[in-house]
Each structure stands twice: as C-alpha cells, then as structure tokens.
C-alpha cells in the first residue's frame, strides 16, 4: 500500500475521515502499540490512535483512544497540539490530528486486548526498526523534528 504525508493539504486532498493520536512520551521513549492482527494494518505498530466520532474534536478524541487503547487518562491541559497531517493511501484520504503527551511518570498501561496485543516504549530509531503501520515513520520523524523546532519539507 502506497502511503504519503504531507503538512500542508494537497491540492486535490479529499478527505474521508479524520482521526487523532498521542504521542506519549516519558525520558526520550515512545509509546508505541501493536496492533490486533484481526485489525486493518494487522501486527503493525502505531500510537494510541483512532477515528474521530461524530461531533468529535480532535484533542476529545485523542484522549478518548489514549484511554480506550493504553487504559490511562490525562487532562486535556496536559495535551500539546503537534500538527495536522495530510495521509493519502493508495485507497484513503484523511486527516491524522497529532498530539504531544509529556509525562514525568510512566503510567500504568492497561492496552486492550481487543484493539492492540502488546505495548513498547522505544526511541525513535529503536520505533523506526519495527513495522509500523502506513504514515508512522514519517509522522513519528516530523515529531522529532518538531520537538527540536526544525522545518521540513511539505511530502514526508
């Protein structure tokens, strides 16, 4: 599957759905989740992510999946909007909301069994070694540069 991001809204981007994610992290390692293998993108992994609800803001969202998905909760002050990417598969347009949890604790991690089957918390290049799913490596690179306030380029 063809998969390419992008910050900035192609001109001929159509959107399907939007979803929203969280990238927890806790002294320079991630959160990452594998998912289900019954799951689309099987055995792939990924942040604590999700489709947003109707009627759904992104930040309610990405705290709804953080909590449905890693079985822990924060208050919406602790979020840290990162940006909005742009994901065009080769058969899906939509919006991916991305967000910044800080933590000075590692939380108790409760992962659904019926969503994801393990859970890591690894650095960006230890991440970057596993299969994850469609858009994840260019998402979690533009959040390293992001945290060191680098540009980029608009196609990830």
Not at 131 to 140: C, K, M, V
Request: include cysteine; hydrophobic fraction near 40%; aromatic fraction near 12%.
């Amino acid at each position: 599957m063809t998969t390419k991001v992008y910050l900035y809204k192609p001109r001929d981007f159509a959107s399907q759905m939007e979803a929203a994610g969280v990238c927890c992290e806790y002294e320079g390692r991630i959160l990452l989740l594998r998912r289900h293998a019954e799951k689309i993108e099987g055995l792939t992994w990924g942040l604590p992510a999700g489709k947003l609800e109707a009627g759904e803001k992104p930040d309610e969202a990405a705290l709804r999946e953080l909590k449905e998905e890693a079985g822990f909760e924060v208050p919406k002050e602790a979020l840290k909007f990162v940006a909005p990417f742009y994901v065009r598969r080769s058969d899906l347009d939509f919006i991916f909301h991305m967000f910044f949890l800080p933590l000075a604790e590692l939380p108790l991690l409760n992962i659904s069994p019926v969503e994801h089957i393990e859970s890591c918390w690894l650095t960006l290049e230890e991440g970057l070694k596993l299969p994850l799913i469609s858009g994840g490596p260019e998402i979690l690179e533009y959040f390293y540069l992001w945290r060191k306030n680098l540009n980029c380029s608009n196609e990830l």
